[in-house]
T-cell receptor
């Protein structure tokens, strides 16, 4: 969708294992975001990036880290997965022309 | 208390009804206001965008922002079954070009069903 893809689409992992989710864009956008979506909470910001190697924490960053070594890729790592991190994770890019987000299709992560 | 409050519904209306969706917020620095629509198992998509106070109309959709009351609304006229989705309000205080540019705070989302 509009040049942004997330992988994997679905993942089941065990408690305590590290997990990395990938967001890839093809349109050279500067700003990228990782959100998680849970019932009753809407979308909450985990981490975001405002350029290569430039990242910052969002509202719910504990237990997560990110990296952006090139413009097109923004990686989200769960350092040691816990059941509370079971969620749907969305990556988004900011379209600076109209201040709108384009979201990826989401990654459904289950931690057992 | 959350920075952005949105009634999660669910809201069920007959086809052709006028739908009103609302959000309140507490951060007076918010100046960009958006509505996103999310179909089941899809990512949200931008529906309407308003800067500061005022109204904006796009087809059957009207967005209103009242900064003095910290209240935003989305109206859907002549609602259709295809409008059935979750509607999320979102807002931002980010300064253009700054590092926090584009950071959005979302409401919880309202689930809307329009039945034929």
């Amino acid at each position: 969708d509009a040049g942004i893809t997330q992988s994997p689409r679905h993942k089941v992992t065990e408690t305590g294992t590290p997990v990395t989710l990938r967001c890839h864009q093809t349109e050279n956008h500067r700003y990228m975001y990782w959100y998680r979506q849970d019932p009753g909470h809407g979308l909450r910001l985990i981490h975001y990036s405002y350029g290569v190697k430039d990242t910052d924490k969002g509202e719910v960053s504990d237990g997560y880290s990110v990296s952006r070594s090139k413009t097109e890729d923004f990686l989200l790592t769960l350092e040691s997965a816990t059941s509370s991190q079971t969620s749907v994770y969305f990556c988004a890019i900011l379209r600076e022309k109209d201040y709108g987000y384009t979201f990826g299709s989401g990654t459904r992560l289950t931690v057992v | 208390q959350k920075e952005v409050e949105q009634d999660p519904g669910p809201l069920s209306v007959p086809e052709g009804a006028i739908v009103s969706l609302n959000c309140t917020y507490s951060n007076s620095a918010f100046q960009y206001f958006m509505w996103y629509r999310q179909y089941s198992r899809k990512g949200p998509e931008l529906l309407m965008y308003t800067y500061s106070s005022g109204n904006k109309e796009d087809g059957r959709f009207t967005a209103q922002v009242d900064k003095s009351s910290k209240y935003i609304s989305l109206f859907i006229r002549d609602s259709q079954p295809s409008d059935s989705a979750t509607y999320l309000c979102a807002m931002s205080a980010g300064v253009a070009g700054g590092t926090s540019y584009g950071k959005l705070t979302f409401g919880q989302g309202t689930i809307l069903t329009v039945h034929p």
